[in-house]
Structure formats: C-alpha cells, structure tokens
C-alpha cells in the first residue's frame, strides 16, 4: 500500500558533497513538492514540480535543485551540501486536481 | 499571506477523554484542507481531506469541521486511545492551487 517512497530514511554527507534524495510515487501524481521540516519552523516548501521536466520554486529553494524526467520520480539535489542543510526532507505527491496530498516517510539528512 | 496557527502546542490527556485540536486561518479563500498525523521521526499520514465547499469530514472516531467565515478548522478525536500520540498539523491549499499552507503542529500525548 506504499504509495511516496523516498530512497533513504537517513543519510550522513560531508560538507561540500553533491547530496542526491530521491522520491518515487506510484499514483500517477502530477504534482510533487519537497519540504523540509525543522523544530519550530515546521514545513517549509523547497520546490514542487506541475509536470515532467516542469519545476516552480517554494519558499526557500537557495542552495537547492530539483529534477524530474519522469512522472513517478522527483529529485532533490543540494549542489553543495552545507551544516545548515542538517534537516528532515519530506516529498509529497497529489494529483492535478489538488486534492489529497501524500507524503514519504522522510529523509533525516546530516552534514557534517 | 496565509498564515495558520494551532493552538494548543502540545497538550496532554488521560485515555479516554474526548479532545479538539484547533487551526486557524487569515485567507478564507482556501481550495481545501487536509489534516495529517506525524509520529517522531516519520512522515505526514493524512487523516481527512475537507474540500471548501465541504462543512466536515468523519473518519472513525476523527471529524474535522471547516468554518471559513470565522477562519477555523477543529479536529475532533472521539475516545482518545495512546496509539493517537502524535502531532497533528493542519494544511490549507490556497491561492493559486500549489500554495500549500502548514501550521506549526499540536504535539499530543494520551497517557494510559
């Protein structure tokens, strides 16, 4: 019943690494979004993407990429990871009618 | 600009009692809004779906109820057991269909 996979519950980078998160969903999703998430922040909107190859920034995108060649896959890319990129990522998908969002289970990222 | 806030941030209540969580909201014109669950360390597991033309939602022993003329949503959880400890955000979906809106969260604890 898995519906938004995201490709690692944790991951550990060093500082200035190419950092690749990946998500996947299998609902035929047009929309998918990348959050990230920090104590008294809450959710903060990174990228989201309409439709193949089509991407729209959120809120914070600086420091951040996104690709998506194909429907099912969204990627979030830190092109040079840093301490302050130390957080939970969250992907999510809802389709075209925008109504009910899902979500991964998240990616715990530290840079050290 | 939306801005949601819920209130109480953290609450805490013996099993059984029944309990409201409240979000509220400053632009009525939202698409709809969804209420998620987040247990530590996970992502969001969405719990009811209220579209704008909608006045509630029940699931199970949860209702969700939408009043967009005083800018309030209130999720009810009938029964409280210890398997509801979680923290539970409320989302609008406003302006421009991808603008997702999250509040900061109502962190719950059911002692047994």
């Known amino acids: 019943d898995v519906k938004v996979t995201q490709s690692s519950r944790y991951l550990v980078k060093r500082t200035g690494e190419k950092v690749f998160l990946e998500c996947v969903q299998d609902?035929?999703?047009?929309?998918m979004f990348w959050y990230r998430q920090d104590p008294g922040l809450g959710l903060r909107l990174i990228y989201f993407s309409y439709d193949v190859k089509m991407k729209e920034k959120g809120d914070i995108p600086e420091g951040y990429s996104v690709s998506r060649e194909k429907k099912e896959r969204f990627s979030l890319i830190l092109e040079s990871a840093s301490t302050n990129q130390t957080s939970m990522y969250l992907c999510?998908?809802?389709?075209?009618?925008?109504?009910?969002?899902?979500f991964g289970q998240g990616t715990r990222l530290t840079v050290v | 600009k939306q801005e949601v806030t819920q209130i109480p941030a953290a609450l805490s209540v013996p099993e059984g009692e029944n309990l409201v969580l409240n979000c509220s909201f400053t632009?009525?014109?939202?698409?709809?809004l969804q209420w998620f669950r987040q247990d530590p360390g996970k992502g969001l597991t969405s719990l009811l779906l209220i579209q704008s033309s909608q006045r509630e939602q029940t699931s199970g022993r949860l209702n969700a109820s939408l009043d967009k003329s005083s800018g309030r949503s209130t999720l009810y959880i009938a029964a409280s057991q210890p398997g509801d400890s979680a923290t539970y955000l409320c989302a609008f979906v406003s302006g421009g269909y991808q603008k997702v809106t999250f509040g900061t969260g109502t962190k719950l604890q059911v002692i047994p």
């Open positions: 609902m035929d999703h047009e929309n």
């Open positions: 632009d009525s014109a939202i698409y709809n």
């Open positions: 999510a998908s809802r389709d075209a009618m925008n109504t009910e969002a899902f």
